[in-house]
């Protein structure tokens, strides 16, 4: 807490370089306004997923539960940057795939839906041509934080911001969290304020509603984040948490927080070894977690990690084989009873998409 105090407190002093951040921003949002940069429209329906923040506010998740809810009757499609990977360019993911060739978020995608395209690419506007000539047969592409990638206009686009951290409440970097400007939200079909406590009130809604303040036709919805049941990282066997367990956390994602107290709630005590999000592993860092693992004192110890922190471990998957090492998968709850309508707006985008002339790359005029 000491931490964020002090760190939150130094970015106040990088306030004229967020001055002059929101005057770029600004001045390339002004260029696609007025067409001086040019937005393509492909002939298929094409779903964004971003934030106008930087950090974890639940893209990934929300990705899966839009390949889960659409995979079996749609020929479906994911595209991402893939980041903190080694390579560069356009690349498919296959049964061969290693985070390091196409990225932690990808690659755990593709392991879900081993059945859907799942590729990355910098140039979304690039990438999306080759993955319609490698995957012929696909009716809907996924785009994983791309909202700000204004050179596509996607049919329907999904805005995330997280409750703890409102975009409306922000600034932007480096001060603040923001990469885009706040009036951006009004492009988006949806707003998504995530990562809720399950007790947020009817009136806590209504509020946060009020501040964001949608356009005509903008729906909000709330989630809240729910975790699964653990697995084993290499033979998948599910495991049951009993609350008596004492867990080494090993993460590398963005935000841990609600990991963190989910943790801390299902179990005796736990330790917690932080890494920066999308870290790749070394052997000296599983030198140091083994480490930290053996000075737990309990005889019903285990290490917890994450779905794309699992995909970073797999090289050392001989030595994990034999110890209890657990991945805990999370998804995205809607409060309020709107999952039938967050589903249905989807559903009928896709079904009602009206497809131009022209298929692919047809430029905005």
Not at 113 to 119: Q, R
Not at 334 to 344: E, G, P, T, W
Request: glycine share 4%; aromatic share 12%; hydrophobic share 40%.
């Amino acid at each position: 807490m000491v931490y964020h105090f002090f760190l939150r407190s130094f970015r106040i002093f990088l306030l004229p370089l967020s001055l002059l951040y929101w005057l770029i921003v600004f001045f390339r949002n002004w260029l696609f306004d007025k067409q001086l940069l040019r937005t393509a429209q492909f002939g298929m329906p094409l779903i964004t997923v971003g934030n106008l923040a930087v950090g974890g506010t639940g893209k990934s998740p929300l990705i899966e539960y839009l390949a889960s809810l659409l995979h079996s009757e749609f020929k479906v499609a994911a595209l991402s940057r893939g980041y903190r990977r080694r390579t560069r360019g356009y690349a498919l993911a296959s049964a061969t795939s290693t985070a390091l060739e196409i990225g932690d978020e990808p690659l755990a995608l593709y392991r879900k839906f081993p059945n859907i395209g799942v590729a990355v690419g910098e140039e979304r506007l690039l990438a999306i041509p080759e993955l319609l000539h490698d995957r012929p047969e696909t009716e809907v592409i996924l785009l994983d934080d791309a909202f700000q990638h204004r050179s596509i206009e996607a049919g329907l686009s999904i805005l995330l911001t997280e409750y703890a951290n409102l975009f409306t409440r922000d600034f932007y970097l480096p001060t603040g969290d923001l990469r885009d400007l706040k009036s951006r939200y009004k492009a988006a079909t949806m707003l998504l304020v995530t990562k809720c406590p399950v007790t947020l009130t009817e009136l806590q809604r209504s509020s946060i509603i009020k501040e964001l303040a949608p356009v005509a036709g903008q729906t909000v919805y709330f989630t809240t984040i729910a975790y699964g049941a653990p697995y084993h990282l290499t033979s998948r066997e599910k495991y049951a948490l009993t609350g008596k367990e004492e867990v080494l956390l090993v993460t590398g994602i963005s935000n841990p927080r609600p990991l963190k107290h989910f943790i801390e709630t299902h179990s005796v005590t736990y330790q917690q070894l932080s890494y920066r999000d999308h870290h790749i592993f070394t052997i000296e860092d599983f030198k140091d977690i083994m480490a930290e693992f053996e000075q737990l004192s309990s005889g019903n110890r285990i290490l917890v990690t994450t779905e794309k922190d699992a995909v970073r471990l797999e090289k050392f998957s001989a030595e994990i084989a034999s110890l209890p090492w657990y991945v805990l998968p999370i998804e995205h709850r809607f409060l309020f009873d709107q999952k039938d309508q967050f589903d249905q707006q989807i559903l009928t985008f896709i079904k009602n998409f009206q497809r131009p002339s022209l298929l692919y790359g047809k430029e905005k005029q």
